[in-house]
Nanobody, 126 residues
């Protein structure tokens, strides 16, 4: 699975952005997908995840109620809608695909994801 993230940019606090992650490969529709982020000097952290069916989602407490993850298996794409952005959301955002297919449970740890996009920068100004 190859992943290409896009949609980052510079936005004022309170604004919105929509990230996209386009996947190539035939196994996308059978893999849970996640979004992670990494701020300068910090470790990569979990943001959100969605099951391969799209039926279940999971969010980090810091983004719950503000971010929405979704997917379109027909388009091999996963999205992250980010609203009410805060300066502390500033980071490079990465999409990732679960190392296992058809997993029932969503994962939040970096090692559970085997395929990563190149990252897209999100900067929120105060």
């Amino acid at each position: 699975v190859q992943l290409q993230a896009s949609g980052g940019g510079l936005v004022q606090a309170g604004g919105s952005l929509r990230l996209s992650c386009a996947a190539s490969g035939r196994t996308f529709s059978r893999r849970n997908m996640g979004w992670f982020r990494q701020a300068p000097g910090k470790e990569r952290e979990f943001v959100a995840a969605i099951t391969w069916t799209g039926a279940s989602t999971l969010y980090a407490d810091s983004v719950k109620g503000r971010f929405t993850i979704s997917r379109d298996n027909a388009r091999n794409t996963v999205y992250l809608e980010m609203d009410s952005l805060k300066p502390e959301d500033t980071a490079v955002y990465y999409c990732a695909a679960d190392q296992r297919e058809l997993r029932v449970r969503l994962q939040v740890l970096v090692p559970d994801y085997a395929y990563w996009g190149q990252g897209t920068q999100v900067t929120v100004s105060s």
